[in-house]
């Protein structure tokens, strides 16, 4: 999956240093990075050494990985050259190192954090960054705002050795199978969030729910954690239709063989596929 980057590590603790020239930058506007595209076809990350002659504003530390910072910038920070284009984020994926892409998922989701904490919620003063931690606070009222993570169920229903396949309703392009997936509610658990979701999108109810394992998902801001569970009863299919266009039970030999790689969702159902999930 995409944040397994082994043997490299992320540490996203909030340890400001002094940047270095080899350190990254990833400078976002508008949801995407600026990368440098003078080579179109291999874009990079810029560096520290790309702005030595530049007296650079105080660059927001990120995290590192093997040692090597990334700093934060924004559109506006710094004189950017002309070979500097906005990218989306996929365009991270190819790059080496082969982290690329999950640094810029990550900075992307802290970056999107910061940008909706610039005011204080409760009295509306000007935040500032905390010196020790990833916070920002209020110098008037005192309040603390905390990186906001979005937990969210993947969940895979059994039914013996069959599997429930969704589909979204509303995207356009390939059919593409999905597993239920929705967003915890404040107040409850893990485990009744995947049987509401359940409930919810399929009308079907579930027992032996068992965690498989999680990942970061700053797509949506979230943790995803995955669950796999038992139909319990009656699986009659009842489609909330304005979120599934399709929840079929599919049997294990006509699942097809998944590419993972990136999503829990793909794993979840190629561990299904090859009966490698916990039972
Ligand atoms: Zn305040």
Redesign the pocket.
């Known amino acids: 999956m995409v944040h397994q980057i082994a043997p490299h590590k992320l540490d996203n603790q909030y340890k400001p240093r002094p940047p270095k020239a080899d350190d990254y930058i990833f400078i976002f506007a508008k949801g995407q990075f600026y990368l440098d595209c003078t080579d179109e076809k291999a874009p990079r990350v810029p560096t520290l050494s790309d702005f030595a002659e530049q007296k650079l504003p105080q660059l927001r530390y990120l995290f590192a990985i093997d040692g090597i910072a990334f700093y934060l910038a924004w559109e506006g920070d710094i004189t950017l050259p002309e070979t500097y284009k906005l990218q989306p984020t996929f365009a991270l994926f190819p790059m080496q190192p082969g982290y690329m892409g999950f640094a810029g998922l990550t900075a992307s989701h802290i970056a999107g954090w910061y940008d909706k904490r610039r005011i204080?919620?409760?009295?509306?003063?000007k935040?500032v960054h905390s010196e020790v931690e990833r916070k920002m606070d209020?110098?008037?009222?005192?309040?603390e705002e905390f990186p906001q993570i979005n937990p969210v169920v993947i969940v895979g229903v059994t039914d013996g050795d069959k599997l429930m396949l969704t589909q979204y309703a509303n995207r356009p392009g390939p059919k593409h199978f999905a597993l239920i997936a929705g967003f915890a509610e404040i107040g409850e658990s893990f485990e009744e969030c995947v049987a509401r979701e359940v409930y919810e999108e399929i009308g079907v109810r579930v027992k032996n729910i068992r965690f498989y394992t999680s990942q970061p998902w700053a797509m949506s801001g979230s943790l995803l954690a995955g669950f796999y569970c038992d139909l319990d009863g009656d699986g009659t299919i009842t489609l909330q239709e304005d979120e599934l266009s399709e929840g079929v039970w599919v049997p294990r030999e006509e699942i097809p063989k998944q590419d993972v790689g990136f999503a829990l969702t793909a794993e979840m159902i190629e561990q299904f596929r090859i009966n490698q999930f916990p039972a």
């Open positions: 204080c919620g409760r009295c509306g003063a935040l209020c110098p008037e009222c005192k309040a």
